[in-house]
């Protein structure tokens, strides 16, 4: 399916053409945009503030997840599959033209390869991503999945790679764009049992069950904090838990800090955070095990924002209030409890820090931090996966042009 679309995209190209989206509204959009997924994942809507409207991006039948805007706010970044076959990474204008393939890579066939996770850079410069790759297995029928941190041009190309041990995920820049932030997983030996949080023992367990009726293992996989810089000329791990799993690395905004979700074992989810650089004491926020769906900061570095149930004796996943200081745990509080926002996920902040998207129920609410006053988005916008801001750059569409 994938190659019938190369295929088609190159005839566009040589025959000068575009793919034009389906549109909702001609306005020009003014922003600022919040760029989301359908639930069924089959277009891009862009809801533009300024008036109001929704315009929808289409670019056939393919799963659609979008992933970021460019610095300037005049593209998208986006990633499509037909469901089957890993991903591939493309961007377009926000009108829907000038449809690009970014990642080229003619070391595998097409459906053993894909993009996940892209992120641009703050300057443009670079669009960090996860590198999927099914490597063959010699002497066999068989394949290796392997997940490295790879980047192009916003123009694409061949991917330089950032990682090689393969099983890296999760790229994240600094707002400042000079570091990447990215989990690295190793394999350890369990202690008393896969769960266990136990120092690992010398020696691999003969026939240590796994989960999910999967054949035993004699290792488990757990992640920490790798940070590179921007150049890729310096790199150091910024956590090393002996045993446990890191997971949902985020830069505060003034790019000091990076908050993270350490897990002793799994779906017991604490807060933590860790400043950039080598050798840094992570510090923890939260002590009571719970379940945390995602992370992110309050515009002005004080706080982490987290949704997460069964914490405090709230069984429901709310928004919850983590200072950085003092007895953060006793501290922390309800975030916009007034508001009511039940089974709260993936709350993202303006760039101008005066607004907050949020899912509640999968349905996607709009608050203004200003006078604490909520909407509720189009109906199409309902989904259950995280919107994207425009940058604080984007200047409108007419300036696009």
Excluded at 55 to 77: I, Q, T
Excluded at 117 to 129: C, N, V
């Amino acid at each position: 399916m994938f190659n019938h679309l190369r295929a088609t995209l190159i005839i566009i190209a040589m025959l000068g053409l575009s793919i034009l989206p389906t549109y909702s509204q001609s306005l020009p959009l003014d922003g600022p945009l919040i760029a989301s997924n359908t639930v069924e994942l089959d277009r891009i809507i862009l809801y533009d503030m300024a008036h109001d409207t929704t315009r929808e991006l289409s670019f056939g039948n393919y799963w659609h997840h979008v992933w970021d805007f460019s610095p300037d706010g005049c593209r998208v970044l986006f990633t499509m599959s037909n469901g089957i076959q890993p991903a591939k990474l493309y961007s377009a204008r926000i009108d829907g033209r000038d449809l690009r393939e970014l990642v080229r890579y003619s070391d595998l066939p097409d459906d053993q390869w894909g993009i996940w996770e892209p992120d641009y850079a703050p300057d443009g410069s670079r669009i960090a991503f996860t590198m999927i790759r099914d490597e063959p297995i010699v002497g066999t029928d068989e394949v290796e999945r392997e997940y490295h941190i790879g980047w192009v041009t916003p123009d694409g190309g061949t991917p330089e790679f950032y990682s090689l041990t393969g099983e890296e995920h999760s790229p994240q820049w600094s707002p400042n764009g000079e570091w990447l932030v990215y989990t690295s997983y190793s394999e350890r030996v369990p202690g008393a049992d896969v769960f266990s949080t136990a120092v690992p023992t010398d020696e691999p367990l003969e026939g240590v069950p796994s989960t999910n009726d999967s054949p035993p293992s004699t290792t488990i996989s757990e992640a920490d904090l790798w940070v590179v810089s921007a150049d890729g000329e310096t790199k150091y791990p910024l956590t090393n838990f002996p045993t446990g799993n890191v997971t949902n690395p985020r830069w505060s905004p003034d790019s000091e800090l990076i908050a993270f979700i350490f897990a002793p074992s799994p779906s017991n989810d604490t807060v933590w955070m860790i400043g950039n650089q080598q050798g840094a004491i992570p510090t923890q926020l939260t002590y009571e095990w719970g379940l945390v769906l995602d992370n992110t900061w309050l515009p002005d570095s004080t706080h982490v924002i987290t949704s997460k149930r069964d914490f405090k004796g709230i069984t429901e996943n709310r928004l919850w209030k983590v200072p950085l200081f003092g007895n953060t745990e006793t501290d922390s509080t309800r975030y916009l409890d007034a508001l009511g926002l039940a089974h709260a996920d993936y709350p993202r902040f303006s760039p101008d820090g005066n607004w907050l998207a949020v899912r509640s129920g999968y349905e996607l609410a709009l608050v203004n931090l200003n006078n604490a006053s909520m909407d509720w988005l189009d109906a199409d916008m309902i989904g259950n996966t995280p919107i994207v801001w425009s940058p604080s750059e984007f200047a409108g569409e007419e300036a696009c042009r």
